[in-house]
């Protein structure tokens, strides 16, 4: 039973540049939320996708925008890359917008801007 | 401002002692809160929650305490294993539960020492 992944593993971008990372959900589930883990911090949500919408969203700024497919997997996208949004960003699926128990996360994106 | 804080950033045990990890949080909106366990390379994984109307939740090895009046929660293991060393994370969220997004702390790595 895959779990969730994510691509690429590593990503290195100029800033200024925009990237696209992917998300698959773990079998079953339907819904995408994306976080953000800079060096030494603990993961920060930065939005979650449900029935192809943006459900919830935490505090970042437009440049990160994401998209959810009929087939449940989803996209973060990050425009005008600053040299701060380097970070791992992980994804997590559940079933259900509310599901909390279910939260399965994948390995993460490490993304470096330079 | 951080919401929910680990004050200790890293925790060394002997193997077959107790391993007690600590969690303070700000917001008295949450009503959930969760311990994961996060190896390098890896996603973080669920251990174990207790929702605000318990005070405890055990779970093997594991159990959580949560003292609601002192906005403050504790994770024990007991008795701690070689495999255990690994970042403890511990995370909150409001009534919507995954709807809301969780709030994460930096994380404690624990380190037990055989």
């Known amino acids: 039973d895959a779990g969730v992944t994510q691509s690429p593993t590593h990503l290195i971008k100029t800033r200024g540049q925009q990237v696209t990372l992917r998300c698959s959900p773990k079998?079953?589930?339907?819904?995408v939320s994306w976080y953000q883990q800079a060096l030494g911090q603990g993961p920060q949500f930065i939005f979650q996708?449900?029935?192809?919408?943006?459900?919830q969203r935490g505090n970042f700024p437009d440049r990160f925008s994401g998209h959810q497919f009929p087939n449940y997997s989803s996209e973060l996208n990050v425009n005008a890359l600053l040299l701060g949004d380097s970070a791992l960003y992980l994804c997590?699926?559940?079933?259900?917008?509310?599901?909390?128990?279910?939260?399965?996360f994948g390995s993460g994106t490490r993304l470096t801007v330079v | 401002d951080q919401q929910v804080k680990q004050n200790s950033p890293s925790l060394s045990v002997q193997e077959g002692r107790i391993s007690i990890l600590n969690c303070d949080y700000t917001n008295s909106m949450f009503d959930y809160f969760l311990w994961y366990k996060k190896y390098p390379a890896e996603g973080p994984t669920f251990l174990i929650s207790?929702?605000?109307?318990?005070d405890k939740n055990e779970d093997g090895r594991f159990t959580v305490f949560l003292n609601k009046s002192a906005k403050h929660l504790s994770l024990h293991i007991v008795p701690s294993q070689p495999g255990d060393s690994a970042v403890y994370f511990c995370a909150a969220s409001g009534s919507g539960g995954g709807a809301d997004g969780l709030t994460f702390g930096k994380g404690t790595h624990l380190i037990i020492q055989p």
């Open positions: 079998s079953g589930h339907d819904t």
């Open positions: 997590a699926s559940s079933l259900g917008d509310t599901d909390l128990y279910g939260y399965t």
């Open positions: 207790i929702s605000s109307i318990k």
């Open positions: 996708y449900y029935e192809e919408e943006e459900r």
